[in-house]
């Protein structure tokens, strides 16, 4: 199946190669090792909630 904008010729899609699992079900990742890698056993107050979400934010008021 192609996928074509303006005429042209931009994607190909083709069949996954990978090989289903045993249990036929793809793998799940694994989001809390990833958090724990990240963050590890780290816990936020609120102030330091509040600093990162107003560090975010800044600059997209228009």
């Not at 996954?16 to 249990?23: G, I, Y």
């Not at 036929?24 to 724990?36: S, Y």
């Amino acid at each position: 199946m192609s996928i074509s904008k303006r005429g042209r010729i931009i994607a190909t899609l083709v069949p996954a190669l990978v090989a289903p699992l045993a249990s036929g079900e793809p793998a799940k990742p694994d989001i809390m090792a990833r958090l724990r890698a990240t963050w590890g056993e780290r816990v936020f107050t609120l102030k330091e909630v509040a600093a990162m979400r107003a560090e975010e934010l800044k600059g997209e008021e228009g």
